[in-house]
């Protein structure tokens, strides 16, 4: 069940439409369509000596969201309705949050129309959002941080003995691994962190589950930012379509160096379920401290 509608206008401002008590907002939410699995384009050949045809590719298309708004004195009729071409501005992108009984998600549209009925006894609205990006993401996000030092110092502690060694401080582990469990019911990209405790070499991330891998040369490195992947340096990595890129981030400036990867690397997708990766350093002494940021990502509400 839909409890609210958070919308944020393009100045940050929001306003909060809650369906079960709508005089806070004067504005009565009657129907919202669009909230569904976006619809599918998809693509066959077909071919002179085969039945039927054959699948060449698949895409969602954009998103339109519809809502119906009734309007209540707020303090007047006509305020209410003048509050909706503040927070729906035609051609400006909008963030509407929809919070339901298990799930709370946001997605960005571009206002396509306002048409309020004003003439009529009961003067209503209808509003029309353009999404290009179809997908729900969940509000805030989801990370996970995995290094070759697994961290194991607890308080308090007390080491008596002067010459045993009683407390471990980290546990230093050959196959380091992450383990991401994914719910999102749409595969979707990720914001990869290298975070370097040492130099490290080059740099190998491999995704276990599907076998694919994404490598990193650090002397091309080297020769595009005229020093190797060292300690203090950071390597980002977006696999988000649309937004891939890879850079190096040192002493507070990013470099482009989507150059020095292998051509063959992968971009690595999250699917539904449980996703693993690990990573391999040409310094098997070396140590980084790798971190995947990302977000849910669901076809309907």
Not at 11 to 30: F, H, M
Not at 74 to 94: G, H, L, M
Not at 221 to 230: R, V
Request: net charge negative; proline share 5%.
């Amino acid at each position: 069940m839909i409890k609210s509608l958070t919308v944020t206008n393009p100045k940050g401002e929001t306003l909060k439409l809650e369906l079960a008590n709508p005089d806070p907002s004067g504005l009565i939410v009657q129907k919202i369509e669009g909230l569904g699995p976006p619809q599918a384009n998809i693509n066959t050949t077909e071919l002179a000596t085969l039945d039927g045809s054959l699948f060449a590719s698949s895409r969602s298309t954009n998103r339109n969201i519809v809502i119906n708004l009734a309007f209540l004195f707020a303090p007047t009729i006509e305020d209410a309705r003048q509050k909706t071409y503040k927070f729906f501005p035609i051609k400006k992108p909008i963030t509407i949050e929809i919070e339901t009984d298990n799930r709370q998600a946001t997605i960005t549209g571009y206002v396509e129309s306002n048409t309020p009925d004003i003439f009529s006894q009961a003067e209503a609205t209808q509003i029309s959002l353009v999404c290009p990006d179809p997908y729900f993401y969940e509000v805030g996000g989801s990370e996970k941080v995995y290094t070759k030092v697994q961290p194991n110092f607890e308080f308090p502690f007390s080491n008596e003995s002067l010459t045993q060694n009683l407390i471990e401080f980290g546990i230093i582990t050959e196959d380091p691994r992450a383990i991401l469990n994914y719910i999102g019911d749409v595969d979707t990209g990720t914001l990869i962190t290298i975070h370097a405790l040492t130099a490290p070499g080059d740099i190998t991330l491999y995704n276990v589950d599907t076998r694919g891998s994404f490598k990193i040369f650090d002397d091309r490195i080297k020769t595009i930012t005229g020093a190797s992947f060292g300690a203090g340096d950071d390597i980002l990595i977006s696999t988000i379509k649309g937004e891939k890129y890879v850079r190096l981030l040192r002493d507070g400036v990013e470099t482009n160096i989507i150059s020095a990867i292998d051509l063959s690397s992968d971009w690595f997708q999250l699917s539904n379920g449980i996703n693993t990766f690990s990573f391999v350093t040409k310094e098997k002494e070396a140590n980084i401290a790798v971190t995947f940021t990302y977000k849910n990502a669901f076809g309907g509400i």
